[in-house]
């Protein structure tokens, strides 16, 4: 049992939402051949799509081979990886296609032309081997307005099974994309330079957020707690204030978020725990002031580090550290 992805769930829903068919299948560490094969016979797909960071990058060759053999499928590899390493990922045999950046747009146009029976070697975001050539597109522009994507998909996407609702019991949720700080470690610096910094880090509308939490809350009783998995959720305060008025008044849960010490004060800590929050989660990285700051390019003082702790042990909040 896997933990939610808000990202593939978002891209699901998105092409559910133009009428196209999905199926979901999810691959937790060495999966048996013969499952796999199953699935797509069992689904007979159109296209397959893998998500992929770089620590399962190696898992996506035995199974793009699989899916040659066993179906008719195109298939297209998206994510951070394929994002930030496309020529890798596209000198796999079985790959045909790379989407760099946001996939929404991208896997929709795709499915649309292969409906249609269209030319799909021109579509914006993608790379795409044909007849010994590679088409390599432009980026097209980042999505501004969160809000008219649809909620992600808990159906195709089985959130009813998923480790976070059956082992943890708690809601999983994103309210922004982005992130402000370059550290070196990760790869939003790299993202950004991809994009050349234009309306990287955006927001969804607090109306929209708690209308999705409401309603996830409403269809699945055994939550506990929702957790908000974006980078930063205090990353503007008055917009952390907004947020922290409406959960407050209409959701009666605890939650849990992450922080950057930089951000964190009195007057957020209390705002959060009024809201309900029960856990700040902060990057450390290092108790060193010269790695933090010359060799992770994190730029923040010990002392910021121990004020920001402060301020949430006064409030009564607990919190977490992530430490390398």
């Known amino acids: 049992i896997g933990p939610f992805h808000v ?38 797909p159109d296209v397959v799509a893998f998500s992929v960071v770089t620590n399962v990058f190696p ?53 649309q032309a292969l409906e249609e029976g269209k ?16 088409h390599k597109n ?18 195709v996407f089985p959130f009813e099974d998923s480790f976070d609702l059956k082992f943890m019991k708690r809601g999983v949720f994103m309210a922004s994309r982005g992130c402000p700080y370059n550290c070196n470690y990760c790869c939003s610096p790299a993202m950004k330079q991809l994009y050349g910094g234009n309306r990287y880090i955006r927001f969804r509308s607090v109306t929209s957020l708690i209308e999705e939490v409401e309603m996830v809350v409403r269809n699945f009783p055994q939550i506990e707690y929702n957790v ?56 450390i990285e290092s108790g060193n002031e010269h790695i933090r700051r010359n060799v992770l390019d994190r730029q923040v003082s010990t002392k910021r580090i121990i004020d920001a702790f402060a301020c949430c042990d006064e409030a009564g909040i607990k919190t977490l550290s992530y430490n390398m």
């Open 138 to 155: 432009p980026l097209r522009p980042l999505i501004e307005e969160l809000d008219a994507l649809p909620f992600p998909d808990r159906e």
């Open 228 to 283: 908000f998995h974006d980078d930063l959720l205090p990353m503007k305060k008055e917009r952390f204030a907004d947020f922290t008025r409406e959960y407050r008044r209409r959701i009666k849960l605890p939650f849990e978020m992450n922080c950057h010490p930089n951000l964190m004060d009195r007057e957020t800590a209390r705002m959060a725990k009024e809201a309900g929050c029960a856990l700040i989660r902060f990057g």
């Open 59 to 111: 898992h996506v060759a035995p199974l793009a081979s699989l899916t040659k053999r066993h179906s008719e499928a195109l298939t297209i590899c998206g994510g951070v990886h394929a994002t930030l390493c496309p020529d890798e990922v596209l000198a796999l045999e079985g790959i045909d296609m790379v989407c760099i950046g946001e996939g929404e747009g991208a896997l929709f146009d795709l499915c």
């Open 7 to 44: 990202g593939i769930a978002s891209l699901i829903a998105y092409l559910r939402q133009g009428g196209h068919e999905c199926q979901f299948f999810h691959l937790m560490g060495d999966v048996a051949e013969e499952e796999f094969v199953d699935f797509l016979k069992k689904s007979r």
């Open 119 to 134: 030319d799909f070697s021109n579509i914006p975001n993608l790379w795409v081997k044909q007849d010994r050539k590679v």
